[in-house]
């Protein structure tokens, strides 16, 4: 957990040990329990330790299922099939996408986003940016949470088959991303990640879009989120975009010191395509 989030919480104890009552039950213990468990998980995955993330995944789905909620079970559903498919087992994929598609058919129709979100994950990796455009389809049906990451989805993919068009789903992740800034700073359950993807995306597009000075800001404000909530495998990418940017603007030594910190990002976490471009921008601006 994040190293602000757990000063947060040891003060929020502080506070209720000092009052006279008990604090009023809101939620369930076991579901606050199965919550953390999945916020858990979804750090190690973010992290590449999908081993890890598989097995609290697993334990995550364990308890939701306990006390019957089905959504907490889709998402950790999502989760297992995310991680099997990272550690290239076709078999389990399938059968937790399997599993997911049925629970969301049968119990939870209103959870249609979980197996979307799945799939645009897959698409993303295997770079099939035509199929992302024709499912990241935003709803009101969807909270902000989720409708940030359908049009974060949308938004690469027209930056990359449309380079130097302007996406028709910028605008509207720009907006949510304003909203949701204000749910970060209130609500410990906002996911910081989700934020930061959005604003990579929307400084990507500007990048491409040769508008240097708000691809800087919007990278530098996602940067800052992923280092203060120890997102390291994306802040590889944050500083990687920046040193792109800061060398098109023709500032080569604080682009050459931002490839230098990505490149250390990628070769911790493995990250080899990223690496070697990095690698090769380092050789460039050194004129070898």
Request: proline share 3%.
């Amino acid at each position: 957990m994040k190293t602000n989030i757990v000063c947060g919480l040891a003060l929020f104890l502080l506070i209720v040990s000092a009052c006279s009552r008990p604090p009023k039950v809101v939620q369930a213990p076991a579901k606050a329990a199965a919550d953390a468990t999945l916020r858990l998980a979804q750090t190690l995955e973010s992290q590449y330790r999908f081993g890890d993330s598989r097995q609290t995944y697993q334990s995550a789905l364990n308890q939701y299922r306990s006390f019957g909620d089905l959504r907490g079970s889709a998402y950790a559903l999502a989760g297992l099939a995310r991680a099997a498919y990272a550690n290239n087992n076709e078999e389990s994929y399938h059968r937790f996408r399997e599993e997911l598609e049925a629970l969301i058919k049968h119990g939870d129709p209103e959870a249609a986003y979980v197996p979307l979100l799945l799939d645009l994950y897959i698409y993303n990796s295997n770079e099939n940016y035509a199929k992302i455009k024709e499912l990241a389809n935003d709803s009101y049906d969807y909270d902000i949470h989720n409708r940030i990451q359908i049009l974060t989805y949308a938004v690469q993919a027209d930056t990359y088959l449309n380079p130097g068009f302007i996406s028709s789903s910028a605008k509207d992740l720009e907006r949510l991303s304003r909203r949701y800034r204000g749910t970060i700073r209130k609500d410990v359950y906002a996911n910081p990640t989700v934020l930061s993807a959005a604003l990579y995306a929307l400084a990507y597009h500007s990048f491409v879009l040769k508008e240097y000075p708000e691809a800087e800001k919007l990278i530098s404000e996602a940067e800052d989120l992923d280092s203060r909530y120890e997102n390291f495998p994306a802040l590889g990418y944050d500083y990687w975009l920046r040193a792109n940017i800061l060398e098109n603007n023709r500032q080569r030594d604080e682009a050459k010191a931002d490839y230098i910190r990505a490149q250390g990002i990628f070769t911790r976490f493995e990250n080899t395509e990223m690496l070697l471009k990095t690698e090769a921008a380092l050789k460039r601006l050194k004129g070898e």
